[in-house]
């Protein structure tokens, strides 16, 4: 079973620019989560998705972050214009259905210059 | 609002030598109790979940327990594999997982 897949591994943009963060869950995994790590911070979460819906966007920091999950598939997280404070690193989960343990990627490291 | 403080923040091991983590939690309503493993450069790997107060389970050297207000992960005899950062998260009232900072675990040769 391949395990949860982000794209960048790190990405490095100016304050300003826009960045993608891409998500390919666990095949068949309805519910995807975006976390993010600042660093000193703990791990906090962002948003979930079940399939292609928005569930819980309550930990999205304002109006620069936008995620969508186009057909239940794979999800973006869009940052734009990026500022020095979002760089942290982005990490998705995915699971079979709500209350099973999550399976983490990898994560995005981002860094804002 | 739900909160997790996970002590020590830092803890270094010689081989062969047991010792605990621990995990104070307040939450609204827990659903569930959760510990996971995270290697440099890494995603966070799942290692348990507790339900209730009393609950014990084990993996290998790996044992999590769960009282109303804190979990303890006790490593028996760790190995320098077991070097990691073992992250502490509960689930409350919602979906959404909140963690607590991590403990650094270093285990020495």
């Known amino acids: 079973e391949a395990g949860v897949t982000q794209f960048p591994s790190h990405s490095v943009i100016e304050k300003g620019q826009t960045v993608t963060l891409r998500c390919d869950p666990i095949?068949?995994?309805?519910?995807l989560y975006w976390y993010r790590r600042v660093m000193g911070k703990e791990i906090k979460f962002l948003l979930h998705?079940?399939?292609?819906?928005?569930?819980?966007e309550s930990g999205m920091p304002n109006n620069r972050f936008l995620a969508e999950r186009t057909g239940g598939t794979y999800s973006t997280l869009k940052v734009q214009p990026a500022e020095l404070e979002d760089s942290g690193v982005y990490f998705c989960?995915?699971?079979?259905?709500?209350?099973?343990?999550?399976?983490f990627g990898n994560g995005t490291r981002l860094t804002v210059t | 609002e739900d909160q997790v403080t996970q002590s020590p923040e830092a803890l270094r091991l010689q081989e062969g030598e047991s010792s605990s983590l621990n995990c104070s939690y307040t939450?609204?309503?827990?659903?569930?109790l959760f510990w996971y493993r995270q290697d440099p450069g890494k995603g966070p790997e799942f290692l348990f979940t507790?339900?209730?107060a009393g609950e014990e389970k084990e993996k290998e050297r790996l044992k999590a327990t769960l009282t109303k207000k804190e979990s303890f992960l006790h490593i028996t005899a760790p190995k320098p594999e077991d070097s990691a950062t073992y992250l502490c998260?509960?689930?409350?009232?919602?979906?959404?997982?909140?963690f607590g900072k991590g403990t650094k675990l270093t285990v020495n040769p």
């Open positions: 998705f079940v399939k292609e819906s928005k569930q819980d």
């Open positions: 998260a509960v689930q409350g009232g919602s979906e959404k997982l909140v």
């Open positions: 507790l339900y209730s």
């Open positions: 095949s068949g995994h309805d519910n």
């Open positions: 989960a995915s699971s079979p259905r709500t209350g099973a343990p999550l399976h």
């Open positions: 939450v609204s309503g827990l659903r569930g």
